[in-house]
């Protein structure tokens, strides 16, 4: 089974070609767009992270116009905390029919924003030093509609690492790593960070128009996309930062679990069918591997350190992933296959998911209803 070996390094350069970062331009002439952006954080029950990220909004050198913490009917201290930091903080009304948590805080947000342009950041992301200037600059100069930012993933816990696999396919399902981008519609985005003008985002609907999409941000690209906006997906390493699921390795099973297998329909067919093949390819030459370190100790070494490598490659600009994770990646996939079939389960056969104290009700016409 060594082809399958050779086959999973080869998609793997096809899949993985590049991660695209925030490149710079001219950060001297984006203090008028800084004056006159809005970041909005919609926040539920984020009292341990809330800090974090206003804190690193307000250190930056340029202050955007406004900070908008929507507060999601939180029971702990999230307004609480937020208020201490003079921003302004929204009362998420009651949620309707038919919307979605986090789609239905974005849009409360946006209705109030008073800026040109609209960032929406996740509350567990925090800027590095100039970062707001960076992504505006980028965003300024790429002349893109819409762009999506994923931050650099920090992790303090071994268990945390658990979640390699999954940002690869979520970069992947993108569609801007691979050598077939161009060919491709990018139809992928990223969820932590949205940058758009104004006039942009209630041109096409803002969240409204995704209101019972249990993966938001996958389906407002699409949306934006569908109409005619021009999108992009990008890394946001020295840009934005995340520490996504430190409460035990539960919250990153029930964290990635909650959503995957949703996410998973709406990827661009003939990247579904590559990244099948991929991790297919990459399975077969795990349990095949005994077999061949028996009659080929060398290939499969080679093989082996190959297909690592070209793990360490990517994870490196995705978070601080070591070698070592790279070098473990057949517990990273199991982990991964087990969560998938996990969030399958809760998708077809249960209909149901849940998160920070919500229940989310599957419909086959894809209305979903949070409770």
């Not at 020295?238 to 029930?254: A, E, Q």
């Not at 070698?323 to 079939?341: K, Q």
Request: charge should be positive; aromatic fraction near 14%.
């Amino acid at each position: 089974m060594m082809i399958a070996g050779i086959l999973a390094i080869s998609l793997f350069l096809i899949l993985c070609y590049h991660v695209p970062k925030i490149k710079l331009e001219n950060l001297e002439n984006v203090e008028s767009a800084l004056k006159s952006l809005s970041i909005i954080i919609p926040a539920r029950n984020e009292e341990e992270t809330i800090r974090t990220i206003l804190n690193s909004i307000k250190s930056q050198a340029d202050q955007p116009l406004e900070i908008i913490v929507v507060d999601d009917h939180s029971s702990d201290q999230t307004k609480n905390i937020a208020l201490e930091y003079n921003v302004k903080v929204v009362d998420n009304p009651p949620l309707p029919q038919g919307w979605l948590g986090k789609s239905w805080a974005c849009w409360n947000g946006a209705r109030v924003a008073k800026g040109d342009y609209l960032m929406f950041v996740d509350a567990d992301t925090w800027f590095a030093p100039n970062g707001l200037k960076k992504a505006i600059s980028f965003f300024e100069s790429s002349k893109y509609e819409i762009i999506t930012i994923h931050p650099y993933h920090h992790m303090n816990k071994f268990y945390e690492k658990f979640s390699s696999f999954f940002h690869l396919i979520v970069f992947i399902s993108s569609g801007v790593t691979t050598l077939l981008s161009k060919r491709l519609i990018k139809k992928g985005g990223f969820g932590q960070s949205l940058l758009c003008k104004r006039t942009s985002y209630f041109a096409i609907g803002g969240h409204e128009s995704i209101k019972g999409e249990v993966v938001e941000n996958l389906a407002f690209v699409q949306h934006a996309s569908a109409r005619n906006n021009s999108v992009y997906a990008v890394g946001g390493y020295d840009v934005i930062n995340m520490r996504m699921y430190h409460n035990g390795i539960s919250s990153v099973f029930k964290g990635w679990g909650k959503s995957f297998a949703s996410g998973s329909k709406k990827t661009q067919p003939v990247l579904m069918i590559f990244i099948v093949l991929w991790i297919s390819s990459l399975f077969t030459f795990l349990t095949n591997s005994f077999t061949i370190i028996v009659d080929n100790p060398y290939i499969f070494l080679i093989i082996y350190s190959t297909i690592s490598f070209l793990f360490y490659k990517m994870l490196k600009v995705i978070g601080n992933f070591t070698i070592l994770d790279a070098f473990l990646f057949p517990l990273h996939i199991l982990f991964f296959l087990a969560v998938f079939c996990f969030s399958l389960f809760k998708t077809y056969v249960l209909k149901n998911t849940s998160w920070k104290g919500r229940t989310i009700i599957m419909t086959k016409h894809g209305d979903d209803q949070e409770l």
